[in-house]
């Protein structure tokens, strides 16, 4: 007659410890560890009425590979609070083409339909090089999105792309980025977590941060 509710009771105590540790909130971000305060830093393009979130990124980065799938995710579910931009960082050498073919189908109105296909074209297909790519060599993947190969060179070779490259390099030079993926809180923070899931788990209390008003 007993054992039904003395093993009730020994559940509800088994379980006590787990709704115990489900309840822990997740540890403050600290300054240094976490992330790190841009002095005199700035928003890339600020919206009224969301927190900014900047992903520096470069198509031949293999970790920025990785990391495509986990934030776009992030981004998508944080939507209604989050402008998140991605940036491509010119950083020379064999960065430089595709920062610029970034920037170029921004301008001819592909650039999201084709950001993850050219990760995997780069790193799963190997349909690209690398290495000191050209634009005739980028323009042929374009082509498969409706772009013509002539329209993506004089993209790739015009002024907006160029002014576009211009700006992105002023930003990183303003936010002190030198690796990629690195996230950039409203100009404020550069996310320094040791994996994907911990950068995004920082970036999440930052943005509540910001949404709250707080300054550090």
Known sequence: MTRRPLLR???????????????????????????EVIEGGAPFAPVKGKVEVVEVFGYTCIHCAHFQPKVSAWAKKN???????????PFGGSWQPYAKAYYAAQ??????KTHDAMFLALHTDGALPLRNATAGEIAPFYARY???????QAAYDGADVAARVAKAEQFI???GVEGTPMLVINGRYRVTG??????????DQLVARERDGKTR
């Open 9 to 35: 009771s020994l559940l509800l105590f088994a379980l006590l410890p787990l709704a115990a540790a489900a309840a822990t909130p997740e540890p403050a971000p600290v300054e240094g560890t976490d992330y």
């Open 79 to 89: 939507a209604k609070a989050v402008n998140f931009i991605p940036v491509a960082a």
């Open 107 to 112: 301008v001819l109105g592909v650039a999201e």
């Open 146 to 152: 409706g772009v013509d190969p002539a329209a993506f």
């Open 173 to 175: 030079r303003r936010s």
């Open 194 to 203: 040791h994996d994907a899931d911990d950068v995004l788990r920082i970036a």
